[in-house]
């Protein structure tokens, strides 16, 4: 994931890894308290949502508003989903 999130941001030292794996932690959490529940093997829905959290939370994006509009329709998508939650 973290390789990912890298590409998406257009990072490609290491300088940053710590920052961004705390990001990704926090993404998970995030969608864990509206509810979700992420599947074992993570898939593309939950890595593209994973991603706009952390395009939206690094450093200070021109965009802010509109990843994180994003990242919550993304989130209460995955929270009302068959096989993102156990209601």
Same mark, same amino acid.
């Given at each position: 994931? &973290?390789?990912? +999130?890298?590409?998406?941001?257009?990072?490609?030292?290491?300088?940053? *890894? #710590?920052? &961004? &794996?705390?990001?990704?932690?926090?993404?998970?959490? *995030?969608?864990?308290?509206?509810?979700?529940? &992420?599947?074992?093997?993570?898939?593309?829905? +939950?890595?593209? #949502? +994973?991603?706009?959290?952390?395009?939206?939370?690094?450093?200070?994006?021109? *965009?802010?508003?509109?990843?994180?509009?994003?990242? *919550?329709?993304?989130?209460?998508?995955?929270?009302? #989903?068959?096989?993102?939650?156990?209601?």
């Amino acid at each position: 994931m &973290l390789e990912k +999130v890298k590409m998406a941001l257009r990072i490609t030292t290491t300088a940053y *890894d #710590a920052e &961004l &794996l705390e990001l990704i932690e926090s993404a998970k959490l *995030d969608m864990s308290i509206a509810g979700v529940v &992420l599947p074992p093997t993570i898939d593309a829905l +939950v890595t593209r #949502a +994973v991603i706009t959290y952390c395009k939206m939370s690094f450093g200070i994006p021109e *965009d802010y508003d509109r990843l994180k509009a994003s990242y *919550d329709e993304q989130k209460a998508q995955l929270a009302t #989903a068959t096989g993102y939650t156990e209601w």
